[in-house]
């Protein structure tokens, strides 16, 4: 179960009173909301063998407001679980009688937040508009995780206001 620290809730608090930031944050500064599991799934159980994952993700209600086409309003944020894929005894990875992988431990929680002047300290050439990102371990600790990895990842997705699996989310939307 991933625990987070008093101090990293309450600058989470501070940050998204009102769903708007009281400063700009960078990447790492933005904590792991205390109630995020109670949120929507933006997407669940996304497959990744290639990772040896399985990935839970859930967006913050003032994300749901987005509509196909569009960005995503400021104030949102996703929380991204990343859980080891089971292992058989063989090596190959196991899968349920749905046939999709089968979660192990959780491995990390990354969040993705939004909000005007977020963001601004990265390298120009990694900026994703307003977006910053943060890594956790399972024990609330911060990742180790070089956050400008999530900025190159996500720089591609720029037409889709820098998320993964946008279209993906809007499809299963209709």
Not at 98 to 115: E, H, Q, S, T, Y
Not at 122 to 131: D, I, V
Request: net charge positive; charged share 20%; hydrophobic share 40%.
């Amino acid at each position: 179960m991933l625990r987070t620290s008093p101090a990293l809730l309450l600058s989470a608090a501070a940050l998204l009173a009102g769903g708007c930031a009281t400063r700009p944050i960078n990447d790492g500064e933005l904590a792991v909301p205390a109630d995020y599991k109670s949120w929507p799934k933006f997407l669940s159980a996304v497959q990744r063998p290639d990772a040896k994952q399985v990935r839970e993700i859930y967006m913050n209600p003032a994300a749901t407001q987005a509509k196909a086409g569009g960005p995503f309003p400021d104030g949102t944020l996703f929380v991204m679980e990343n859980y080891a894929a089971l292992e058989s005894t063989d090596g190959k990875l196991a899968t349920g009688a749905d046939g999709k992988l089968v979660k192990a431990d959780l491995l990390r929680v990354f969040v993705m937040g939004k909000n005007p002047g977020w963001g601004q300290g990265a390298p120009e050439a990694l900026r994703n508009g307003s977006w910053v990102y943060a890594s956790y371990l399972p024990s609330g600790e911060k990742g180790p995780d070089d956050l400008a990895t999530c900025r190159a990842c996500h720089l591609p997705q720029a037409g889709k206001d820098f998320v993964h699996r946008y279209d993906e989310y809007f499809a299963q939307k209709k």
